[in-house]
Nanobody, 124 residues
């Protein structure tokens, strides 16, 4: 199994920027699909984006509309979520997740490893 630890969350003003990190251990991140999800109070867990084994990525353009980008530092075994121009509706707990099978899925049930989550609060 892979262990995942998120960091970088906190309070940010609308229009600012924030970068989340997801440090992986136990397995090499390039052998897994890794993804970001988020969950706001009273809402279901939502796919934000994912990065595949070769470094290609897929984003939920409906919700993040080009404001968020996902990247990976293979040497550090770490994935990132760069959040630019965040809005109050982006407030949520952000989770990183991993699945071993090679396809990106947007359903959280397809991911077998999860971090503990990091809170992001965007003030207006």
């Amino acid at each position: 199994q892979m262990q995942l630890v998120e960091s970088g969350g906190g309070l940010v003003q609308s229009g600012g920027s924030l970068r989340l990190s997801c440090a992986a251990s136990g397995r090499t991140i390039t052998s897994w699909i890794t993804a970001w999800f988020r969950q706001a109070p009273g809402k279901t867990r939502e796919f934000v984006g994912a990065i595949n084994r070769s470094g290609g990525n897929e984003m939920n353009t409906d919700s993040v509309k080009g404001r968020f980008t996902i990247s990976r530092d293979d040497a550090k075994n770490t994935m990132f979520l760069q959040m630019n121009d965040p809005k109050p509706e982006d407030t949520a707990v952000y989770y990183c997740a991993a699945r071993y099978m090679p396809d990106i899925y947007r359903n959280s049930r397809e991911y077998e490893c999860w971090g503990q989550g990091t809170q992001v609060t965007v003030s207006s």
